[in-house]
């Protein structure tokens, strides 16, 4: 499975010493073509990490032959060092691999603001392409891993071709997308603005929509590589359909474990006006951490849905706001509602419906609950 | 002090039984005159409690001669009833003080979404006039708390005048003002447009400057009134001085009673092209849960400052944004600067200064760290 479930595509993930646990933390993901066509979208933090910047440009062309990916530190705010350290790694890989470095993209994923342990990095290049199998996409995935719990991957069949991708993340997800890392592959033989436009897409309605702390990364990175290798051309429809299903999914997984989280928040907003106003009004309640406290305490609390819609610009009128809390209507019209008590939060996923009552536009945001454990995980991370 | 610190003021805290704990919740502010000049700054929410709603009319007239405010429930989200419900408690404080119920503010602060107990609440205005006292400031400042663990007040002098004040807050401290009932009062000769002035100016950069959670309520509402009994008619600059200095000194206090904080962190930003520039900045870092969760842990982690940073739309160049916490650089030039060890971060107060080396401008924001505290006082609120 993962990004070696497509044909075409062989993988690696191994231990080359940047973390000092000892884990895994470097993972090679190969096109061996026919195809090299490639498409990415990246954080749109404008403090951008190295491995970012680089692969934006390499990304420019169109191709990507190979994906260097390290947890273990995120190369950002590392200066022109840090850049040079970044190509670097894409200069190795393709002394390695055969190639060419400007069709090599880079991600990294990890503390800020600290050196890449190049020496020990640069030799984990070369012993990852040994490693390099098509059944290699798992070791990949679990590469990547800085504190997820559970490695990531998913696939989609199409009509003779196939999608499969890995993704990290946990914590600093928001929009803009996530401290995240994704790979997605396809067999499926398309050009590089076909994988862009598909991408696009389902990123906006995926990844982008997945807000688990309201904090933007400045490592993410989502490529998307077609080999070709399927020999099949699919519909575009198809694709898109397979590509967003596999990123609804991983984006899904990432929300399931993201730091601390005990809840899972699915944010439905109905009624709007505009579906711009839907997504401004989710990630108002997403990001509101009052609430997020009282869903980590199983508590209906839908005064705070309602200070949180009325942050917004969105078009409503407060005396026509509903909300439902796991489907009870525990405010009507702006006011108090169905009993409160009717609601069950004993589950791990809470949805929250808020109708604006303005039009007929929706958008689904997920989030996570507020709670003791994320904070004893970002107080403690980084020292 | 607090609110009769100033001539031409009587005040009253009183157990009206709205609490269920059975602490104080009922306070009446009245204005003796001569003069009955008033301002008043609301909350921005669009999801206005009743009492603001109420209170906004009133303050259009440019005159209130008492304020009636309670805790132990916000009247927010209350429907139509809820607005009936302030219109009689501004009805019931006219009857038994005297004057006209249009000229009469009402605040409330506590739980979203519950109607509050008019059986209580209107003996209580009767008790409350009763108890009517020049020296009964300190007494009104107790019964305005809810999770507030001190009473807030603050006094300024002029030259033959006084302005004080009183303050209730903890949580849900966000720009648009905080969950936070000021009441002001001054016995300079002063009329509704220049305390409207006074009012507007020092609140845009005392209050809106505070941002304990992100979160914004429906309740806040800060009320600036003027008896005239000194017989004094100040010059415009040294009262609005006075009124920015006792506003300045009831946020900071605010910010220092924030729930479960354990860290007041001042985050000055410098080097702004624009006021509005630093402004931005300055919230976005408030705002970042990661950093907040870094500092609870005495953890100086720059890298969170500039990911906060790069999600904003200010002027700057990433590659030359410097950042110092307590007084070390600890990012120069958008990378590592000095060893991060230097930092000493034992103490409750944590600076932050972020330079973004774009122009001359600046602008202090005061926030707060996310704790287990904070989460768990929100997570067993209301249940």
């Avoid at 098509?134 to 679990?142: M, R, T």
């Avoid at 849905?305 to 942050?311: D, F, K, R």
């Amino acid at each position: 499975m993962s990004v070696t479930a497509a044909k075409g595509f062989t993988a690696a993930g191994i231990v080359a010493g940047i973390k000092e646990s000892g884990n895994p933390d470097l993972a090679l993901v190969v096109n061996e073509g026919p195809r090299l066509a490639a498409a990415g979208v990246f954080t749109s933090n404008r403090v951008k990490a190295a491995p970012v910047r680089w692969s934006e440009q390499v990304l420019k062309g169109g191709q990507v032959s190979a994906v260097v990916l390290n947890s273990g530190g995120a190369n950002a705010c590392t200066g022109p060092l840090g850049f040079q350290d970044t190509h670097a790694t894409a200069e190795k890989a393709a002394e390695v691999l055969g190639g060419n470095a400007g069709e090599i993209a880079v991600a990294s994923t990890g503390l800020i603001g600290v050196r890449l342990p190049m020496d020990k990095l640069l030799p984990g290049i070369g012993k990852a392409a040994a490693e390099l199998s098509a059944h290699g996409g798992e070791k990949a995935a679990i590469a990547i891993k800085t504190t997820d719990t559970v490695h990531k991957t998913a696939v989609a069949q199409g009509d003779g071709w196939t999608v499969g991708g890995m993704a990290k993340g946990a914590g600093m997800l928001a929009p803009g997308l996530a401290t995240m890392l994704v790979v997605l592959t396809t067999d499926a033989d398309v050009d590089a603005a076909g994988l862009d436009a598909a991408l696009r897409s389902a990123t906006r309605q995926t990844f982008d929509r997945v807000d688990s702390d309201g904090c933007m990364s400045t490592n993410d990175t989502v490529l998307l590589l077609a080999s070709g290798a399927s020999g099949t051309v699919p519909a575009a429809d198809a694709f898109a359909e397979a590509v967003r299903t596999v990123c609804d999914d991983l984006a899904r997984q990432l929300i399931g474990d993201a730091e601390g989280a005990s809840k899972d928040i699915r944010i439905e907003v109905v009624g709007a006006a505009t579906e711009d106003d839907a997504v401004e009004v989710g990630r108002s309640i997403a990001r509101n951490n009052l609430l997020k406290c009282a869903i980590h305490g199983e508590d209906p609390n839908w005064g705070r849905v309602l200070s949180a819609i009325g942050t917004t610009s969105a078009a409503f009128d407060p005396d026509r706001l509903n909300v439902a809390i796991n489907g009870v209507w525990v405010c009507k019209e702006g006011s108090v509602g169905e009993d409160r008590d009717l609601v069950d939060m004993r589950y791990r996923e809470v949805r929250i419906t808020a109708d604006l009552s303005a039009g007929t536009e929706s958008a689904v945001i997920w989030a996570n609950d507020l709670t003791a454990d994320y904070v004893h995980e970002n107080s403690a991370y980084s020292s």
